[in-house]
Structures are given as structure tokens and as C-alpha cells.
């Protein structure tokens, strides 16, 4: 039955009580069941987010740098720090709700740098890795564009030789991921990036996942490939802030090269009665929470704070990545550059499938991996303590599968 609003308001207990009882069934993301969509960074960056959003909730970030200066000098701050995480001297960009749009906008200039740049081309194509994010082909649907998806290579990152193949003389752009989410491994930027600059085309970087992440990784001495504007060619990078950047959820970036790139971003309007419109984002109100919780926790972990925590969770990504490769009959696909790992069979009598039912059936949510079939794990801080447990489990999980006859269903998506 459909509910209808209440006559009377109640108190904020009552509220609170029915609030908490609707989680009862979610997924124990706090103790490290849940494979993604949760990032966290630990209690005390949770409580500065939550502080500087609330301080922030009313105002609106459609009107930064008009009526709420402080907004603008916020996101500008952000922008900053993120210019210079990804070493661009010169890059320009906005905050922006999550991943997704940062994707859309990126998308959007360069399919209007096409139009200003390559006049004689009428259906634009943009030449995607198999591995590169689904946003890319939703933000195709609505902008008019064709997405040409091309298979990875062996080692799961971008074939660029077979991308290289498929520029067609409609293609306008190229897009390489550091880190892509179904394999977390970086494509090879630089290679891309020559491709780019000998057909000049755009390149954009979906940095989502790691644009936060392996740059301080890399710092540690960790092998992490260039991918940001230190590499020539490279135009266009998004990199959330609500994921390993540990913002509060719906914060991201795109960064462009330089102004040049980035004056195809917005939305500019004249015809209706109030004059001139500019907005770079797809919503016009924006959560000013967002912004003023990404320029807190920015400020409070500093340089030093993310590379404390990288260098706790790297170390933890590789007692994961040993274990894992310590159970006979599975073994982690390629080699990850940042905190996403996936898995697969290496035995033809494990079947993943079984493994991911039992591994659900043990508590776990299950990053289900469709291409080969397999398991993600996108680690953060409440993966730590519960490591031997999911390593155990594992182990029961994979020696179940050696022995169930029944292959369990094709896999389900969990994402
Ligand atoms: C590589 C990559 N790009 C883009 C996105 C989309 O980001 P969002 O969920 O913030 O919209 C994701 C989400 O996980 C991602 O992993």
C-alpha cells in the first residue's frame, strides 16, 4: 500500500528510530562487507566531512562566486590542490556531483571542441576501452555521440594498437582509465596519448577511481604509471574526490589541460527572460556541502595525511593480494595499480560463480566480475581488520566450488 504524508509531523526521536530501523537489512559496509561504493578513510575524516557539510548545507553552489563567495573560494582551493596532485601547471576545472558527471562534461567539450575544431565531422565517434566506465556510453546517448568499445589486452589494460585500428576519420576522441573499475589497473596513458597527439584527437583520462589515490601511491615508491598531464596529449582527467580522495558522496573533478580545452565545458543561454545563463555543471543548485567538505578534508589530511593513509592501505592491498594468490585454483587478474583488485580462476574445476555464492552466502557482497568471471575488491579502511576472515572464507569458498557438481547461475550484476 502506497503511504500517504503524514497529517501530524513527529519528533525527531520517532524519525530517527524508523530512520536507523530502514538500515537494518543494508550491508554491513562498516565491517568491510561492502566492495565499493563505500570509500572510507576512518571516523575522523568522516566527522571533519560532516562538520564543514552541515556548515555549508544551505548554501548553493549554483551561486559560487556570485552570492556565495565562499563557495567559489572553496572550489577554487579544491581545484588547486587537484591541479597539482595531477601536475598540470596550467589545468582548469569544476567540482562536480560524482564520476559520472565529471565523465558527461568532459565528454561534452570534446565533442564541442570537435565541432569547433574538425567542422566536417557530423556523427562523432569516441574509441573506449572495454574496460572504460558505462557512463561513457550514457553520456553518449544523450550527447549525440558513438562510443567504439575495443577489447583489453592480456594484461587487462587498454590494447592501443587495436584502439589505434579503430579511429575512424569520424573519430573525435580516445579515453584510457587509471584505474578502471572492472580490472583496477591503469591503461597505458602514454602510448594512448601518442595516438592522440599524432591524429589529434582528444584524450580524456577517467581517473575516478584513483585520481586521489596513485599519485600518493606512486610517492611511496609503488610503480604507478604517468596518466596525468606530465604525460603530452592527455586533455581532459576525472577524478572523484568521494572516493579515495575521501570527500563526502557526490564530489568530483574534471580537469582540462589548460583554458584552452576547458571553454567547451559550459552551457551558455540567452532566450529566456532573465538574460544570460552560464553553467558549467548539469545541475544549476549544487550542494555547497560537498565543496566545503571536499576543501576540509583536503585541508585536514594534507600531503602527509594521504600518503599515512595510502601507505596503511597499500600495505593492506598487498597482504590481500599475497593471500589471494595464495589460494590454490584462483589469482588476481593483471597487476593493480591502486586499491581495486579482482580475481579470477586459475584452475578450470573453481568455478567463480559457486565461489561468489558462497562468498555471499558468508556475508559477503560480492563485486561480481562478468568478463572472466570473477571477484572485485575495492578496499578501504574497514577492509583492515576483517582480512583473515574474507581470506578464510575464501579459502572454504574455492574448495567448495572444487566440489560442487551443480554450476551455480551465470553471474548476477551486483553493481
Ligand atoms: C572508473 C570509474 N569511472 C567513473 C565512475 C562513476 O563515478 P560515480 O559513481 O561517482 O558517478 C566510476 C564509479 O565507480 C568508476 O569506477
Wanted: aromatic residues 10%.
Amino acid at each position: 500500500m502506497r503511504k500517504t504524508l503524514p497529517d501530524d509531523g513527529r519528533g525527531w526521536q520517532a524519525i530517527e528510530r524508523e530512520m536507523l530501523e530502514f538500515r537494518k537489512d543494508d550491508v554491513d559496509w562498516r565491517n568491510g562487507r561492502m566492495p565499493f561504493q563505500i570509500w572510507y578513510g576512518g571516523d575522523d575524516i568522516f566527522d571533519v566531512q560532516k562538520k564543514a557539510y552541515t556548515l555549508f548545507m544551505q548554501e548553493n553552489g549554483g551561486g559560487a562566486g556570485k552570492a556565495f563567495k565562499s563557495l567559489k573560494a572553496m572550489e577554487d582551493g579544491v581545484i588547486d590542490f587537484g591541479a597539482g596532485i595531477l601536475r598540470g601547471p596550467d589545468a582548469v576545472g569544476h567540482i562536480t556531483s560524482g564520476g559520472s558527471e565529471s565523465i558527461f562534461v568532459a565528454m561534452k567539450a570534446a565533442r564541442d571542441w570537435g565541432r569547433a575544431n574538425k567542422p566536417a565531422i557530423k556523427d562523432p565517434e569516441v574509441v573506449v576501452p572495454f574496460s572504460g566506465h558505462p557512463t561513457f556510453n550514457r553520456a553518449a546517448q544523450y550527447l549525440g555521440l558513438t562510443i567504439k568499445r575495443v577489447p583489453v589486452g592480456k594484461d587487462f589494460r587498454a590494447d592501443v594498437p587495436a584502439m589505434a585500428k579503430a579511429i575512424t576519420p569520424n573519430t573525435i576522441a580516445l579515453v584510457g582509465s587509471a584505474v578502471c573499475f572492472p580490472y583496477g589497473v591503469i591503461d597505458p596513458i602514454e602510448d594512448l596519448a601518442k595516438v592522440a597527439r599524432d591524429r589529434d584527437l582528444w584524450l580524456h583520462v577517467d581517473a575516478c577511481v584513483a585520481g586521489y589515490q596513485a599519485p600518493f601511491a606512486r610517492e611511496l615508491g609503488y610503480p604507478v604509471p604517468d596518466f596525468d598531464f606530465t604525460v603530452p596529449g592527455v586533455t581532459s582527467i576525472s577524478a572523484d574526490l568521494h572516493k579515495y580522495g575521501f570527500g563526502a558522496k557526490g564530489t568530483s573533478t574534471v580537469l582540462y589541460r589548460n583554458a584552452d580545452f576547458e571553454k567547451h565545458q559550459p552551457f551558455e543561454f540567452t532566450e529566456w527572460p532573465m538574460g544570460h545563463f552560464s553553467n558549467p555543471n548539469v545541475a544549476s543548485t549544487r550542494p555547497g556541502g560537498s565543496i566545503a567538505a571536499a576543501w576540509a578534508v583536503m585541508n585536514y589530511l594534507g600531503r602527509d595525511g594521504y600518503l599515512k593513509l595510502n601507505k596503511r592501505l597499500m600495505g593492506m592491498r598487498d597482504q590481500y593480494i599475497a593471500g589471494i594468490n595464495g589460494i590454490d585454483g584462483i589469482r588476481i587478474n593483471g597487476t593493480p595499480h591502486s586499491l581495486i583488485i579482482t580475481y579470477s580462476a586459475s584452475s578450470p574445476d573453481v568455478d567463480m560463480n559457486v565461489v561468489s555464492d558462497e562468498m555471499g552466502a558468508r556475508g559477503w557482497w560480492i563485486g561480481r566480475l562478468v568478463q572472466p568471471p570473477g571477484i572485485m575488491l575495492g578496499l578501504s579502511l574497514p577492509h583492515e581488520p576483517v582480512r583473515e576472515e574474507y581470506l578464510d572464507h575464501l579459502r572454504a569458498s574455492v574448495a567448495k566450488s572444487r566440489t560442487t557438481k551443480t554450476k551455480a547461475k551465470a553471474a548476477k550484476a551486483s553493481y
